[in-house]
């Protein structure tokens, strides 16, 4: 890598320019990834605490199945229980509500009102949540936090009053939800709010024909993660993000690319020296590959450190998710489309003729 150490050296603005910009995407994208965990963890949260092995959700007659219109009638839920291979099926209802709480000054606090049978032996922390009377209620942290109460304060839902007999779960559950012991009671306010009191999706624990059950009762069955497209505000919001980190996926690779194919072809005269000297274009590959990793290493570096900072000091306030998936794993994209986008600058080494290039420069 004579030629690349020797460019870095005695060319250092142009280096430090590439690496500031490859520092900056860098941030914009682990920033962006960062949000989009954090958002994705505000929306799933929930849905991945169900207990169950698999969710069963309504299947409508076109589209994709839906929290939001999902209900699973009796003709339904008794055809999962009966199914060979299926040990337990936990119906769950999830309604959106307000809630105020009996010391406020009235004002309402939007939650998620969850209905299903309390822990006992069915798992996740949206059933530890559920209380052993009908007339108490679960908060999660986000919820007790809005409405100002504790354990042993009572709140209004639906224009009923619960006391409230636990507060866990996720603080970054949003909305916050509450959980309801009882699916009857549950029914209940569902029916107060305008539905038809059946509940919204089937915790189904065991190993059965899952697509045959799921035919035979027009519904969908998947696994927590799998059912997370069910979610609107998941497509929406996280899908536009997305969709945003891969554009600047593609802008890294696009601006390295640039950078790298017009810094070759300026140094067209010492590569076609080094040609006609022997070298072989293995070596000269290696060499303009390493020159670019070296910068790119260098401002995903500068790029992810900022990234960490900024992220520690942003999660109070935003819903910010530092990890691995969100530090570690868009900077090795970065890397892999850098050196992807400075391989097609490569074609002015491989296709060199020194002798042409010789003549040509001089």
Excluded: C
């Excluded at 209900?71 to 839920?77: S, V």
């Excluded at 009572?154 to 012991?181: E, K, M, W």
């Amino acid at each position: 890598m004579f030629v690349a150490w020797r460019d870095l050296r005695f060319a250092r603005g142009r280096f430090v320019l590439i690496g500031s910009v490859v520092a900056l995407i860098t941030l914009l994208v682990g920033f962006l990834a960062g949000l989009t965990g954090g958002l994705a963890a505000q929306n799933v949260s929930a849905v991945l605490a169900l207990p169950g092995d698999r969710l069963v959700l309504q299947q409508p007659a076109d589209g994709q199945p839906s929290f939001g219109e999902s209900t699973i009638g009796r003709e339904a839920r008794v055809g999962w229980q009966d199914a060979a291979g299926v040990d337990e099926v936990v119906p769950v209802g999830i309604v959106q509500g307000r809630a105020t709480s009996a010391h406020d000054d009235g004002s309402a606090v939007g939650v998620a009102l969850f209905g299903l049978p309390s822990a006992g032996g069915h798992g996740g922390e949206v059933a530890a949540l559920a209380p052993t009377h009908d007339d108490e209620v679960g908060l999660s942290h986000g919820a007790a936090s809005d409405l100002g109460v504790a354990v042993g304060d009572h709140v209004t839902i639906t224009g009923t009053t619960y006391r409230v007999a636990s507060v866990g779960g996720d603080p970054l559950v949003q909305p916050p939800p509450g959980a309801r012991n009882d699916p009857d009671a549950w029914s209940a306010a569902d029916v107060r709010l305008g539905g038809d009191g059946d509940p919204t999706v089937l915790a189904v624990s065991g190993s059965p024909d899952w697509d045959a059950v799921a035919a035979l009762t027009d519904t969908s069955a998947a696994s927590h993660l799998g059912s997370l497209t069910a979610l609107e505000t998941f497509r929406s919001e996280v899908g536009s993000l997305a969709l945003m980190i891969a554009m600047l996926f593609g802008v890294s690779a696009l601006v390295v690319g640039a950078f790298f194919t017009v810094w070759t072809m300026q140094r067209a005269g010492d590569v076609a020296v080094l040609k006609a000297l022997g070298a072989s274009t293995r070596s000269l590959v290696g060499d303009a590959l390493g020159q670019a990793l070296v910068v790119l290493v260098v401002g995903i570096g500068v790029g992810t450190a900022a990234v960490v900072g900024l992220g520690a000091l942003a999660g109070g306030a935003l819903p910010f998710l530092l990890s691995p998936l969100t530090t570690v794993v868009p900077a090795t994209a970065m890397a892999l489309l850098g050196l992807a986008g400075a391989a097609v600058a490569l074609r002015t080494v491989t296709a060199a003729d020194p002798l042409t290039a010789l003549g040509s420069n001089r």
